[in-house]
């Protein structure tokens, strides 16, 4: 049985396929367009997943679509028509969108697809649920789902046991803590929907003592909470419900000053600001998870929805709640809505036993070494073929010790935001001057930007102060823990400001050649950990071709770049490069 997934029109566009329970291939639009949180209808994924199991749509049982679009636009009319007449210039921006694709989307599915099987239409928090719950380790778990809006939900918790979930209680917009964080990160001068973790990063540079920030009491007062966890913004001080913007006037009061402009200096009020959001958001957040685990008697808690990104947040979980294990899928976002509709067609609607549970991210296209080869060949580019897995190893080992900074392109795409060793930049954590360097010359970002470490699960415990037992998540890099303060020294391009790390562990069954380098690294260093970042630069997507790999070297500081077993310098290609874009022009 094949169930295909959609997750569209809004942002992170995402199509996955089941197999007979499993899932078998997930990627993200953005990934072929190379727009960033492209929303569009996501046939590049589509047709990726169908062909990643040489299927055609007839051999399709269902399709399952992550919200119910009706419910939806009822919400939209509703906040529309209870703000007018201030609403009135967004939403006669908003329905021709509305009226021409998200109320369309059987039609788009029937029309594109060709598709002639039955689609089904999930709740937008269901699909969430469904994607932490049904593909985790758990055969029982309490489940929350936090994120901007869905239908009407912000936040639901419930409960999942085997193949069943149930939902029991909501919060309905316009309250929601991710439209909260969301707000902060715009009034900051960011982004909304994909600099949130940007302020998240910020944040250990502002004053986190709660008693000591004046912001914190501010922002305490646009939220009213309940020791049940329940909770109400103050509308006030925000705009989404009927414009684009979202600050008001009056948070722009509360908080002293105008919406800092985008790329102006981060003053230190910024920084006391993000970090007042930080504490705020924790609050709320441990204040929900103890009353779920009151409610549920469950001793594991999985979440989804864009808050679960919060790392800073999650690695506190298990220290700061009852819960004793926690679980959280690598694509939390909308993005992994469509690994949620899919699970729960297969499993809770058709009632079919769980036998899956994802272990890692890979699920995204591969390309062969005969591809790579003449892909390379064809455009000329000089590269060496390193054949001996352990020969190619060390030499990459020795060019990350000797401070080189190399792209890693092997095997599968990774499904969610964080590069896990599929697509990744590595870099010599010892190195004082690597932050910089990667910041500046490869990512070309604000430089109070941290960068991950990447340890083998066996070597964690040595150097974070972690969870025992160690949560899978960690795997997908959605954990922040403190580092031993014997190695913080040891390793300055990876320690944070507050002296933590966003940690990825890997297993070596989960991705050998991963492993053998970080192995590899730590025999020369006597450190066994790596900087792995995105192999992107800032407001690209992460790399998916040879193509995208290559162009995002030559664009950039990275040294070298490993595709399978070739290694391309990229000094040796520079020359070739003018010529080319010379020819170009001429």
């Known amino acids: ?145 936090i994120d901007g809006v869905g239908e009407w939900a912000t936040t639901t918790y419930g409960i999942g046991d085997d193949n069943k979930i149930s939902l029991l209680k909501e919060i309905h917009f316009p309250s929601s803590i991710g439209l909260l964080y969301s707000t902060i990160t715009a009034y900051l001068g960011f982004s909304v929907n994909n600099s949130e973790y940007k302020v998240m990063g910020l944040s250990p540079y502002g004053n986190m003592d709660k008693k000591t920030n004046p912001y914190y009491a501010k922002l305490k007062q646009i939220i009213d909470l309940k020791d049940d966890g329940s909770f109400r913004l103050n509308i006030r001080y925000f705009k989404y419900h009927y414009t684009n913007r979202m600050p008001s006037k009056a948070l722009c009061t509360l908080l002293n000053g105008h919406i800092r402009k985008p790329e102006s200096a981060l003053t230190q009020r910024h920084k006391d600001i993000a970090a007042a959001l930080q504490l705020v958001t924790e609050e709320i957040l441990i204040t929900i998870l103890c009353q779920v685990h009151k409610v549920t008697g469950s001793e594991n808690i999985v979440l989804a929805g864009g808050v679960a990104l919060n790392s800073v947040f999650n690695g506190k979980i298990l220290k700061k709640t009852p819960f004793k294990q926690v679980w959280i899928q690598p694509n939390a976002s909308d993005g992994g809505t469509s690994i949620g509709v899919i699970s729960y067609i297969y499993h809770t609607l058709l009632g079919n036993k769980r036998t899956y549970h994802m272990q890692n991210a890979y699920l995204g296209p591969s390309f ?188 950039t500081g990275i040294d070298y770049l490993i595709m399978d077993k070739f290694l391309i310098k990229r000094s040796d290609n520079l020359q070739h490069a003018w010529d080319s874009e010379k020819e170009a022009k001429d």
Not at 404 to 410: E, H, I, R, S
Not at 499 to 511: A, K, P
């Open 368 to 555: 062969s070494k005969a591809y790579i080869k003449e892909f390379l060949d064809q455009n000329n580019i000089h590269y060496r073929e390193i054949v001996n897995e352990q020969e190619l190893t060390n030499t990459v080992a020795k060019l990350i010790y000797s401070n080189k900074v190399v792209g890693w392109f092997q095997g599968r795409m990774e499904w969610g935001p964080r590069a896990l060793g599929a697509r990744s930049i590595l870099a010599n954590p010892c190195n004082q001057q690597a932050k910089k360097l990667l910041n500046t010359k490869v990512k070309h970002r604000e430089q109070f930007r941290p960068f991950a470490p990447v340890v083998c699960k066996d070597d964690a415990n040595i150097y974070f102060e972690c969870d025992t037992p160690l949560p899978e998540s960690t795997d997908f890099m959605l954990m922040v823990y403190p580092i031993r303060e014997s190695w913080k020294k040891r390793i300055p391009s990876v320690t944070h400001v507050d002296g933590t790390g966003r940690l990825q562990t890997i297993g070596y069954d989960q991705n050998p050649n991963y492993y053998n380098l970080i192995k590899a690294f730590g025999k020369l260093s006597s450190i066994p950990i790596l900087i792995n970042t995105s192999f992107n630069i800032r407001g690209e997507p992460i790399v998916c071709t040879p193509y995208d790999a290559y162009r995002c070297m030559m664009g």
């Open 1 to 145: 049985m094949y169930i295909l997934g959609i997750s569209c029109y809004y942002h992170d566009a995402s199509a996955a396929l089941l197999k007979d329970g499993v899932i078998v291939s997930a990627v993200e639009e953005e990934r072929f367009t190379r727009k960033k949180h492209d929303n569009a209808f996501p046939i590049n994924a589509i047709n990726y997943c169908l062909k990643s199991q040489d299927i055609t749509v007839d051999q399709l049982d269902y399709i399952g679509f992550y919200e119910k679009p009706f419910l939806k636009f009822e919400r939209i009319l509703y906040q529309h028509i209870d703000t007018f007449p201030k609403s009135l210039k967004t939403f006669l921006s908003a329905m021709p969108s509305w009226l021409n694709e998200k109320l369309r989307v059987m039609k788009q599915i029937r029309k594109t697809l060709k598709f002639r099987g039955e689609v089904l239409f999930v709740p937008h928090h269901l699909a969430h649920a469904a994607s932490c719950f049904l593909v985790s380790p758990f055969d029982n778990a309490a489940i929350v789902t």
